[in-house]
């Protein structure tokens, strides 16, 4: 990613964070990054194409940092752990701490729900690659590392947005993490 582009998203955050999505311009967004209008609309055309960046440079950070953690770590519930910590507790502590995180999450059109189905299928397939190993015991108890992949990616999206607070959200992913485990025995 370009220097002006990252510029650029990091500006963005800290505007829909703060005043939310339909509020901030791209003049405003420009004026927060140091940059001529011009600069902007040669990088973004609109604001669509600023939040499918956002989403794909958060996707890229938290993947990249899942793969970190993952490194050396070889059982299943702790790779798991490093999964969940990552793609689904930063993400509920990001909305929990950021006063228009829900305006930024309202603030995606269709064009931004295909970017958020592409980082879920991102996920998806990095969790199959973790269930894979597995495959064996998953088929002996009627399932696939695909079919448990879309599984957990999916459950924990849901348990993130239907959880009241951060202690109820990791006892469901703890439940979600042993049944895993239990289904990859």
Same mark, same amino acid.
């Not at 500006?11 to 999505?21: K, N, Q, T």
């Not at 967004?29 to 609309?41: F, H, M, N, P, W």
């Not at 899942?66 to 070889?74: A, F, K, R």
């Given at each position: 990613?370009? +220097? !002006?582009?990252?510029?650029?998203? %990091?500006? #963005? /955050?800290?505007?829909? =964070?703060?005043?939310? /999505?339909?509020?901030?311009?791209? =003049? +405003? *967004?420009? !004026? %927060?990054?140091?940059? =001529?209008?011009? !600069?902007?609309?040669h990088v973004f055309r609109n604001k669509d194409e600023v939040l499918r960046a956002l989403i794909r440079a958060y996707t890229?950070?938290?993947?990249?940092?899942? %793969?970190?953690?993952?490194?050396?770590?070889?059982?299943?519930? +702790?790779q798991l752990d490093v999964v969940f910590a990552k793609m689904v507790v930063a993400g509920f502590e990001f909305v929990e701490t950021t006063p228009n995180a829900q305006d930024i999450i309202d603030g995606f059109n269709a064009a931004g729900q295909e970017e958020l189905e592409a980082s879920a299928e991102r996920f998806r397939a990095l969790l199959e690659r973790l269930f894979s190993p597995h495959g064996? #015991?998953?088929?002996? #108890?009627? *399932? =696939?590392a695909s079919e448990l992949a879309e599984f957990v990616q999916r459950t924990a999206k849901a348990a993130s947005h239907a959880a009241r607070d951060k202690d109820q959200l990791l006892r469901q992913l703890k439940t979600l993490k042993q049944?895993?485990?239990t289904a990859c025995r």
């Open positions: 990613m370009a +220097d !002006t582009e990252k510029n650029l998203l %990091e500006a #963005a /955050v800290r505007l829909f =964070s703060r005043y939310g /999505v339909k509020r901030t311009s791209m =003049s +405003d *967004l420009a !004026t %927060e990054a140091g940059v =001529s209008r011009q !600069t902007l609309y890229d950070d938290l993947i990249a940092g899942i %793969e970190s953690g993952l490194e050396g770590v070889q059982a299943l519930g +702790d064996e #015991a998953l088929a002996h #108890a009627g *399932l =696939s049944l895993c485990l």
